[in-house]
Structures are given as structure tokens and as C-alpha cells.
């Protein structure tokens, strides 16, 4: 009933996160009322992606043929400050806050069990090395994942893990948001915004 | 600061419905950790939907080289009974019930404002021309659009539209959903569930 060429594309793309086959076929049938060229320019930008690579200090992507990511080979940006987070888009974020100049090392979604996968062992153990081959600690080392009980949770594990290889290990404050209202702060961010007060 | 290729990606992906920006990256470095065969069989199936064309009489999604959709050349259903449905995916919905043996015409979706753009205009024309052709009336018109004030609106509209072309106009039936429960029902609901009680 469902034509083919629809069934494969909501199969296919039913996969991808965020998207059921639900999604997946209204996008379907939204895609066949383009135009050619538009359709033509999807194809093309999700080919593209195929030349993306993974940086292999920090983890972020970097271009096939480039050494090491935009990030990792800006001189200008200090190796002693260093930030951990989950996501690329964690990443993204950072910078466009555009406060930070050290650099990072993206650890990868982490389970929902809290328990680190061997792939992303194998990141914190790289960083481990780096730092090790240097001749001094890192001065500061943010541990920048989100403030749930699956992040607070990893957070201590790698706190530990690089106590003796970083002069400082913070992470980022708590509280109630710039903008947020008292009134509407859960008990957990009261607390904490309260035991942070300064 | 973000590769070029992702934000390639992000602009031309971004465009589409239910995807915002946000999305589309999060979509993007998703894809970039895909291997390469998974993330070939997307293309493709983003490919072949360039090999859909629109049916000429119910303007429902046919493959390019068929002489009409999968339901307008069934021979089995019958051409007394005709269901407008709005979007291609109202219609996989009516199929998957499967009570339904009749045919269709997708009007396409409905602007908020409530006015028909001509294309849609164009569709009801060509619907009307093709009955005029025939010997006779259709048996039933099912003006079967979503049940809120926009879907009211256009279906009074095409109920006047084919008022000498279809021995019998009807509407989906209104009322409380089988296994809803009437407490959680809200007014409007409950007042049209109450007036075509039987």
C-alpha cells in the first residue's frame, strides 16, 4: 500500500534519533513536494557529511583531510585549561559563549546507566597521556557535563580519575538561571543555588 | 567555528518541518558518528524519493513511471464512494484501518488562515470534472478533514462545492474516543458525543 520508495525512507530514517516512523513518513511525503534542486541540495549536504572525520585529540570532528579539528590546531587557544563535555553540541554551545579559550575533550552521550562505555574510557585514558607527556598538570580542568544525577555521577568518577593530573578540577556553577524566577526553582536547584550563595 | 559541513547540513536540513536548527545539529554530528554503509543507505533513500511523482487523479505520492497511484488502479475498489482527506499521511491512516474501499483525493495541507490556495482549488476541480464525466452521481462523498474550526470551515465549503455531485454528503463522526473516558472529555467533545447520540 505504502509506495516503496516511502517504506524505505521511513525505515531508514525511523533510526535516527528524535524521529519515529511517524515523523519519518510525514517528512517522507513532505520531501516528494519539493523541488528537484531542493531535494537535490538535502542529498548533497548529507553526503557531505561522509568527509567529516573525528579529531583524535579531542574528539570533536574535524574534515577528512585536516590533522586535528579547528579547535585543537588554533594556537591561539591555551592547552592548560581544559573542558569535558558529552556533546558536540555541548561543545557548540561553549563556544558561543565565547568566555572560554582552552580546549576540550568530548566524552561521547553518556548511558542512561551511567556507566562508561570502553570507547569513552579509551578518551578520558587519552587525555590521561597527553597530559602525562607534558611537562607540567593541567592549571584547571572543568568537568562540564549537565547537572543530573547520570553527570554528577561521572563527574566524580573522572574528578577522581585526574586528581593528580590537573592543579584544579571545577565544575560548573549551579543555581537558578539568569532570567528564572525564584518562585518557580525546583528544590533541588534552590538548595544548591542557596548553598553556593556568595 | 562549526565545520563547514555541518552547517551545510544545518541550513538545508533546518528547513524542513519539525526540525529547527537544534535539531538539524544534533542530527548532523549524530550521522557523523554513523558508519559509512548506514549513512549510504539514508542517501539512497533519500535518493529514491526523487523517483515519486504525484498521482493525476487523487494526488496521492505514485512512482514516477506508473500511470497512476497504487489506489487509483486498484480495480477492486469502487469508484461510487470518495473520501478528501488532507494529507498523505490522513490517508495511510484510513488504509491501515482498512474498512474503507473506495477512493481518494488529498487536498494537501490546509493554510491556517483557512483559505484554499489554488493548487487545492485546482484539485476539487479536477474531482468535480471527473464525476460530470461519469454517468453517474457519486453514492457518498466523505468530507474527511481533522474535526477543528479550519477542517469545519473547508469542509462546509466543499460540501456546497459538490452539493449536485454526490447523492450523499457525510462527515467523520464526532464524539468521545473509544476508551477515553467521558470525565476527561472536554465541552466541545462531550456536546457533539451528547447531540448525535443513538
Same mark, same amino acid.
Given at each position: 500500500m505504502i509506495p516503496e520508495a516511502i517504506q524505505r525512507f521511513i525505515s531508514a530514517f525511523s533510526r535516527l534519533p528524535s524521529m519515529g516512523p511517524r515523523q519519518a513518513g510525514r517528512l517522507a511525503f513532505f520531501l516528494t513536494s519539493l523541488d528537484k534542486a531542493t531535494r537535490e541540495e538535502l542529498e548533497r549536504a548529507l553526503h557531505v557529511l561522509g568527509t567529516m572525520d573525528r579529531c583524535g585529540e579531542c574528539f570533536f570532528v574535524k574534515q577528512q583531510? /585536516?590533522?586535528?579539528?579547528s579547535i585543537c590546531s588554533d594556537?591561539?587557544?591555551?592547552?592548560?585549561v581544559l573542558a569535558i563535555v558529552e556533546k558536540e553540541t555541548d561543545l557548540l554551545t561553549f563556544e558561543k559563549m565565547g568566555a572560554f579559550r582552552g580546549k576540550y575533550l568530548v566524552l561521547g552521550k553518556l548511558a542512561e546507566r551511567g556507566i562508561l562505555e570502553p570507547a569513552q574510557k579509551l578518551r578520558l585514558e587519552h587525555l590521561k597521556q597527553t597530559i602525562r607527556k607534558r611537562d607540567a598538570l593541567l592549571e584547571e580542568l572543568i568537568i /562540564?557535563?549537565?547537572?543530573?544525577s547520570i553527570g554528577d555521577f561521572t563527574a566524580d568518577f573522572i574528578a577522581r580519575e585526574f586528581k593528580d593530573l590537573a592543579k584544579k578540577i571545577t565544575r560548573l556553577g549551579r543555581g537558578i538561571p539568569t532570567g528564572g524566577e525564584i518562585e518557580f526553582a525546583d528544590d533541588a536547584t534552590l538548595a544548591h543555588a542557596f548553598e553556593r550563595r556568595s
Open positions: 583531510d /585536516a590533522a586535528a579539528c594556537r591561539t587557544r591555551t592547552e592548560a /562540564a557535563l549537565n547537572p543530573n
